[in-house]
T-cell receptor, first 113, second 113 residues
């Protein structure tokens, strides 16, 4: 069965620090990969997605993620975080378009100003 | 923009009550999903539907049922609410097309006392 592992439960950073959130998945075939974000009091929204092509994908608000197939990883990065990036971040995967997503347990990011 | 709406943001019910959570999407999406979100557990799939009157069990269907009589509406039913069903419930929809993206509603925070 597919599973998604997020390495960090809670990350605390100061503004302007660089961010990298780890995500690994277990599935041997072709996958679609996603990062979702949930800001306090708001609904889940898509940050970025990878289906095929360039393994470095760019999303909204300066986020990017790199798909490394050999490592089954899809880590999220941002060179300089802002206080407004405080949120919960979820990595997700599915093996077939239109099917349900398998989510990681989430990483809470707290950014202090 | 895709809009997914859920009937209530907050709901308080008593143990043993029958509870209906409603979800409506306005983009003619074929696929609809119900997840529950719990701290430290991420999002877990309860049920999904890929067409009217069709449904599939997710990872944690016990204690729940669903109904999809119209394409735009997907209902989650708690037949006899229990305290361990206190959670945030998220509805999502997607089209089986090129984007594969799931769009989420704002969630219903259900408390069972």
């Amino acid at each position: 069965a597919q599973s998604v592992s997020q390495h960090n439960h809670h990350v605390i950073l100061s503004e302007a620090a660089s961010l990298e959130l780890g995500c690994n998945y277990s599935y041997g075939g072709t996958v679609n990969l996603f990062w979702y974000v949930q800001y306090p009091g708001q609904h889940l929204q898509l940050l970025l997605k990878y289906f095929s092509g360039d393994p470095l994908v760019k999303g909204i608000k300066g986020f990017e993620a790199e798909f490394i197939k050999s490592k089954f990883s899809f880590n999220l990065r941002k060179p300089s975080v802002q206080w407004s990036d405080t949120a919960e971040y979820f990595c997700a995967v599915n093996a077939k378009a239109g099917t349900a997503l398998i989510f990681g347990k989430g990483t809470t990011l707290s950014v202090s100003s | 923009d895709v809009k997914v709406t859920q009937s209530s943001r907050y709901l308080v019910k008593r143990t043993g009550e029958k509870v209906f959570l409603e979800c409506v999407q306005d983009m003619d999406h074929e696929n609809m999903f119900w997840y529950r979100q719990d701290p430290g557990l991420g999002l877990r799939l309860i049920y999904f539907s890929y067409d009217v009157k069709m449904k599939e069990k997710g990872d944690i269907p016990e204690g729940y049922s669903v109904s999809r009589e119209k394409k735009e509406r997907f209902s989650l039913i708690l037949e006899s609410a229990s305290t361990n069903q206190t959670s945030m419930y998220l509805c999502a929809s997607s089209a089986p097309g090129q984007t594969y993206e799931q769009y989420f509603g704002p969630g219903t925070r259900l408390t069972v006392t």
